[in-house]
């Protein structure tokens, strides 16, 4: 029983070799089987074998097969292709991918080893390449595009998503309690008040040391008016001194009243007095 050893190498790939020994009565479809298998591939594709020179130079086409399909190969020995000691074939498989391989015949043995089961992987070296590429797929964050007054992005709300659409409506809310005070005379006080609305300060403030608080109460103290005061303090008839009217002297007499103050018609000491 004679015994094949076949060295199978990547065209690719120097470094990943497997030799495999099969008795002269195996087919290509157990060549097939058998080298997939020891570069940890699937069956699922098509395979092609071919002849090849002493430079790898592509021959006649042997056959082709895929997995469990029925093929001609599967009848086809290999001593029927082999008339060099050191015989070549070339095997590529799955046209999307094209993974070349390299097949050379290396030793022919008389004696199969006892007890052996062949085919049989007699050595390898090299860890073979990924058989599918697996795609990364990179998770890209949501966009967010500007609420229109350059403060905090508002986020793309899909329909049904309530949860985010809360969330936004939320970070809103909290972007109109913002208030601001004026810092010069005649400055508005902002866009979250408007006209009437009470300004509330806080009753922690500090009215002595916060000079912005302070020129804010002591323009409001400016604007108060004091038109009743000057009403309640005399007309315009009374003079510096408070006096009654233009009758009245320096000292608040009329022209009638004596030097004690007496009227015209009382007597030194303002009048008569009933005996």
Not at 34 to 53: C, I, M, N, R, Y
């Amino acid at each position: 029983m004679s015994i094949l050893r076949l060295r199978i190498t990547f065209d690719d790939y120097d470094d990943i070799q497997r030799d495999i020994d099969f008795k002269a009565e195996h087919t290509f479809a157990d060549l097939f089987v058998e080298l997939l298998k020891s570069v940890g591939f699937d069956q699922k594709h098509k395979g092609t074998f071919w002849l090849a020179d002493h430079n790898w130079r592509k021959g006649a086409m042997i056959g082709e097969m895929t997995g469990e399909a029925d093929s001609p190969l599967r009848k086809t020995e290999l001593v029927e292709h082999i008339d060099d000691p050191h015989q070549k074939f070339l095997f590529t498989y799955d046209e999307d991918a094209k993974w070349n391989f390299n097949i050379e015949l290396i030793r022919i043995m008389a004696d199969g080893e006892y007890r052996a089961v062949y085919p049989k992987l007699s050595a390898q070296a090299g860890l073979p390449p990924v058989q599918y590429k697996e795609t990364l797929i990179i998770p890209t964050r949501e966009r967010t595009e500007p609420d229109g007054r350059g403060r905090k992005p508002r986020v793309k709300n899909e329909e049904g998503d309530e949860l985010s659409r809360l969330l936004a409506s939320m970070s809103m809310d909290d972007d109109d309690d913002d208030v601001k005070l004026p810092t010069e005379e005649g400055e508005e006080v902002g866009e979250a008040t408007e006209a009437g609305d009470e300004l509330e300060l806080p009753g922690d403030l500090d009215l002595e040391t916060d000079t912005e608080i302070a020129k804010l109460a002591e323009e409001f103290n400016n604007t108060i008016d004091t038109s009743d005061d000057q009403g309640a303090s005399g007309s315009e008839d009374d003079d510096e001194y408070g006096g009654f009217g233009d009758d009245d002297d320096e000292y608040g007499k009329g022209e009638d009243d004596d030097e004690y103050g007496g009227g015209s018609s009382r007597g030194g000491y303002g009048g008569d007095y009933d005996e």
